[in-house]
C-alpha cells in the first residue's frame, strides 16, 4: 500500500537521461520519480538552477507542467532542510524522495525530513481540514521501518 517505504529497498531506477524516449515518460513511473529526485537533488547541491532543472524535466516526463516540478522541487528542498512546506506532493512521490533521501543522505536527514512533512501535515490541516490519512500512514510506516519514532496525525485545535 505504501511505496518504497520498507527497510531496504533494491536498486532504484537508475536510467540515464539518453535512455528515455524523446517523447517523455509516465508521470508515475520510478523512472520519473527518480529523474525529479536527482535533478532536485542537483538544485540542492547549487549544481543547477531551479529553472534548469524543471525544463529538463519537462522534456522528459509526460503530463507536468513547469510549475509543476517547481512546486515539488521547493518542497524537496524544505524537506531536505527539515522546513515546513505549503504545496502537496503526490504520496507516492513524497515517500519515493524520503526513501532516496534516507538512502543517500542517512537516517538524520530523514528525521529532518519527516519533521518537515509532520509540518507540512499540520499545515495542511489547519488551512484545509484534511489530515491526509493515507500520507500519515505511509509516513509513520517509513519512520518505523528506519526506527524513528514520529507520529503524523495533525494535531485538532
Known amino acids: 500500500?505504501?511505496?518504497?517505504?520498507?527497510?531496504?529497498?533494491?536498486?532504484?531506477?537508475?536510467?540515464?537521461?539518453?535512455n528515455v524516449l524523446?517523447?517523455?515518460?509516465?508521470k508515475h513511473s520510478e523512472a520519473a520519480h527518480e529523474m525529479m529526485y536527482q535533478q532536485f537533488l542537483r538544485v540542492y547541491k547549487n549544481q543547477c538552477t531551479r529553472k534548469e532543472a524543471a525544463e529538463y524535466l519537462c522534456t522528459r516526463i509526460d503530463g507536468y507542467k513547469m510549475t509543476t516540478f517547481l512546486r515539488y522541487m521547493d518542497s524537496f528542498?524544505?524537506?531536505?532542510?527539515?522546513?515546513?512546506?505549503?504545496?502537496?506532493?503526490?504520496s507516492?512521490?513524497?515517500?519515493f524522495l524520503l526513501s532516496r533521501i534516507a538512502q543517500e543522505h542517512g537516517i538524520a536527514a530523514l528525521s529532518r525530513?519527516?519533521?518537515?512533512?509532520?509540518?507540512?501535515?499540520q499545515y495542511y490541516y489547519d488551512v484545509s481540514g484534511s489530515s491526509q490519512s493515507r500520507l500519515c500512514h505511509c509516513l509513520a510506516a517509513l519512520a518505523a521501518s528506519n526506527g524513528i519514532s514520529m507520529t503524523f496525525a495533525p494535531a485538532t485545535h
Open 1 to 18: 500500500e505504501c511505496p518504497h517505504s520498507g527497510e531496504q529497498q533494491a536498486a532504484v531506477g537508475t536510467a540515464e537521461p539518453q
Open 22 to 26: 524523446k517523447m517523455g515518460i509516465s
Open 77 to 90: 528542498l524544505h524537506m531536505m532542510d527539515g522546513t515546513k512546506f505549503a504545496s502537496v506532493v503526490p
Open 92 to 95: 507516492d512521490l513524497a515517500v
Open 113 to 121: 525530513a519527516l519533521s518537515a512533512e509532520k509540518q507540512h501535515i
